[in-house]
């Protein structure tokens, strides 16, 4: 289960494949050492909230994507998407009648939304000129960076209420409970375990 390919050359479906691999294990990583209290930088930075009661929900949503990511089946393709959105990196789908929308808070998240499409679609130029992870440990768009970005859509219900480092690290200051649903911090944060 996890990314399947529904169109990329065999060289993409091989970073793609990878990049799984990568963002399961970093993500039950973060659960791990959020779980223990550490991480508190990287919560307040992109979420603007260490608390131990974030935190605690924090581990939980983690641990809930992975299995998510290992279990769901979430094509992958690239699609034209220039003119939709200005610079739109990447675009998450999925089937949405009778799935609430966020399946990490289902009653049964593993089983709830079985036999639905997840598809995420990539824009080939950003896809192709982002690097695999972000360079010398800095936040940046990176492949990484843009699938986990998409699987906080699809199983998060996350929102694009700001692009970018700049604007979400303002947001995580000034807004902690809009940071805690927009998906580049989701991006940014669990990248920061890598």
Same mark, same amino acid.
């Given at each position: 289960m996890g990314f399947y390919n529904a169109g990329l050359v065999p060289a993409e479906l091989a970073i793609?494949?990878?990049?799984?691999?990568?963002?399961?294990?970093?993500?039950?990583?973060? &659960?791990?050492?959020t779980g223990k209290g550490m991480g508190k930088t990287a919560c307040r930075r992109w979420?603007?909230?260490?608390?131990?009661?974030? *935190?605690?929900?924090?581990?939980?949503?983690?641990?809930?994507?992975?299995? *998510?990511?290992?279990?769901?089946?979430? &094509?992958?393709?690239?699609?034209?998407?220039?003119?939709r959105c200005g610079k739109e990196l990447a675009d998450a789908m999925r089937?949405?009648?009778?799935?609430?929308?966020?399946?990490?808070?289902?009653?049964n998240p593993m089983t709830t939304g079985e036999n639905r499409n997840f598809r995420i679609l990539l824009n080939a130029t950003a896809w192709k000129a982002a690097p695999q992870y972000r360079p010398f440990k800095q936040p940046a768009n990176s492949k990484f960076q843009m699938l986990v970005h998409e699987c906080s859509h699809l199983f998060l219900d996350t929102?694009?209420? &700001?692009?970018?480092?700049?604007?979400?690290?303002m947001i995580a200051a000034d807004d902690p409970e809009t940071a805690k649903i927009t998906a580049d911090n989701w991006g940014y944060f669990v990248e920061e375990f890598r």
């Open positions: 793609v494949k990878q990049l799984q691999t990568e963002i399961v294990g970093t993500l039950r990583n973060a &659960a791990a050492k979420f603007g909230d260490d608390s131990e009661a974030w *935190m605690a929900e924090l581990q939980t949503r983690l641990n809930t994507l992975a299995g *998510m990511i290992n279990v769901k089946q979430i &094509a992958v393709s690239f699609s034209r998407l220039d003119g089937s949405i009648t009778g799935l609430p929308p966020n399946l990490a808070e289902a009653q929102e694009d209420d &700001a692009y970018g480092i700049r604007l979400c690290q």
